[in-house]
């Protein structure tokens, strides 16, 4: 299987950056998507932003303009530039990844096989 380890959370303050990464042991083979997904306390967990192996990414509409997606292809991992951070960020993030045989067509909402233990990031005003 795969393994998938997150790092780069904390707390900032309301307007401020941080970069998460994600750490995948294990190979997946041909198309594969890895993303990042956030719960805060009391909500439902949503996707955020996932981008597949040729690179195509898709982000939630309250992150567009402020989030950034990337990759490693070298090492599989994926990481998210997060900027203009508002409290309503705050959540514990979670990255995700799953290897496919064709196109998803919703791949904020797809069932994820593998996940990471989640980093926490809070923003405060």
Known sequence: GVQLVESGGGSVQ??????LSCAASGHM??????????????KER???????????STYADSVKG???ISKDNANEGVYLQMNSLKPEDTAM???AA??????????????????GQ??????SS
Do not use: H, K, N
């Not at 309301?14 to 970069?19: A, D, T």
């Not at 799953?98 to 593998?114: M, N, Q």
């Open 118 to 123: 989640g980093t926490q990031v809070t923003v």
């Open 93 to 95: 993030y979670y990255c």
């Open 14 to 19: 309301v307007g401020g950056s941080l970069r």
């Open 66 to 68: 402020r989030f950034t």
């Open 29 to 42: 083979y041909g198309r594969y998507y890895m993303g990042w997904f956030r719960q805060a306390p009391g």
């Open 98 to 115: 799953e290897a496919t045989v064709g196109r998803l067509l919703s791949p904020l909402e797809y069932p994820y096989t593998y996940w």
């Open 46 to 56: 949503e996707g955020v932003a996932v981008i597949d192996s040729g690179g195509e």
